[in-house]
């Protein structure tokens, strides 16, 4: 099954994936010791039995550059090769300098266009459009999507409906031209009328979520851009080898799932469970943990869907490189 475009457009496929998960790993157990709760609350709730937390030295550069420079070895593009270097993360603790052109000199990719983009949880499916997108308009050859959090930094350990949740790592992806489109036109929005239901607030250093706002709007507004994903790209679902929604929450991953009534046979991703809420790099973490462990496989069709604070959503259908 391939992805449909419009008739004499150029298409654009990811060619290398990696990803950087932190040293620290923190089980629910762990978490219990230091605040009220235990495992059995977390699993029932979200469905994470352990995260990842970064250390001093494991920082927002360190981590992008150590997925950026996996993704860009599967690839089997040269430095010089990449001239468009996005990152995705909503945790950045310092707006200026940004960190895109950091990563790209770390990698030592010359002179590239560089930037951050913040569409909190959606940020990596909004950067692979936007560089899917620029490779297509011929803007750029070849791309390095990057979606990397240190959410510990913005997570107030002594709420619980938050701490439980989030977690730290990076995913990257590489993007390049393709005679047969392997990324298809992403179903995007948002819903700002909602904007401060995820927020850190003037003023603030932490994050707060109204998560029983968030879990409604997911379950119940969501699906039909994933419909509409899979309607752009000439697919449906009988055709998804492998579902990877962000991983916010396991309860949430199922409702998806079942709604859409893939077949038996469609991977679905549960990295949640082992890696917690890691935003903007949840999906390429998911989508890199499946083909490691064989479950997806180069050339499957993969339905991605990154959704979060602001509220924003993207949705795309994609070929496993």
Same mark, same amino acid.
């Given at each position: 099954m391939t992805i449909q475009l419009p008739?004499?457009? +150029?298409? &654009?496929?990811?060619?290398?994936?990696? $990803?950087?998960? +932190?040293?620290?790993?923190?089980?629910?157990?762990?978490? &219990?010791?230091?605040?009220?709760?235990?495992?059995?609350?977390?699993?029932?709730?979200?469905?994470?039995?352990?995260?990842?937390?970064?250390?001093? /030295?494991e920082t927002l550069v360190e981590m992008a550059v150590a997925a950026g420079g996996k993704a860009l070895a599967a690839s089997g593009l040269a430095p010089d090769e990449i001239d468009l270097v996005i990152v995705a993360s909503a945790s950045l603790r310092a707006p200026i300098p940004g960190i895109g052109p950091q990563v790209a000199h770390r990698l030592g990719v010359p002179r590239p266009g560089s930037f951050d983009?913040? &569409?909190?949880? &959606?940020?990596?499916?909004?950067?692979?459009?936007?560089?899917? /997108?620029?490779?297509?308009?011929?803007s750029s050859r070849n791309a390095l999507v990057v979606g990397v959090e240190r959410l510990t930094d913005v997570t107030n350990l002594e709420d619980r409906t938050t701490a439980v949740i989030f977690a730290d790592g990076a995913g990257a992806a590489v993007v390049g031209a393709s005679d047969e489109p392997g990324i298809g036109p992403v179903a995007w929005g948002s819903d700002g009328d909602q904007y401060n239901a995820i927020e850190i607030a003037a003023g603030s250093s932490t994050m707060t979520m109204a998560g029983q706002a968030v879990y409604r709007w997911a379950t119940t507004k969501l699906t039909e851009t994933l419909v509409e994903a899979m309607e752009r790209a000439g697919v449906g679902p009988a055709d998804i080898d492998v579902f990877a929604p962000h991983q916010a929450n396991l309860r949430i991953v199922e409702?998806?799932? %079942?709604?859409?009534?893939? +077949?038996?046979?469609?991977?679905?991703?549960? /990295?949640?469970?082992?890696?917690?809420?890691? $935003?903007?790099?949840?999906? +390429?973490?998911?989508?890199?943990?499946?083909?490691?462990?064989?479950?997806? %496989?180069?050339?499957d069709l993969a339905l991605v869907l990154g959704y979060g604070a602001g509220l924003t959503f993207a949705g795309q259908v994609l070929v496993l490189p």
């Open positions: 008739t004499g457009a +150029p298409g &654009a496929r990811i060619l290398g994936l990696g $990803s950087y998960r +932190p040293r620290r790993r923190v089980t629910n157990d762990d978490l &219990a010791q230091m605040m009220d709760t235990n495992d059995e609350w977390i699993q029932s709730r979200v469905g994470i039995a352990e995260r990842r937390w970064a250390s001093e /030295d983009l913040n &569409a909190g949880c &959606a940020g990596f499916c909004y950067a692979l459009g936007v560089a899917s /997108d620029n490779i297509r308009a011929g409702s998806m799932t %079942k709604r859409l009534g893939f +077949p038996e046979t469609t991977v679905v991703a549960r /990295d949640i469970v082992q890696s917690g809420n890691t $935003s903007a790099a949840s999906i +390429p973490l998911a989508l890199t943990a499946l083909m490691e462990s064989g479950e997806a %496989k180069s050339g």
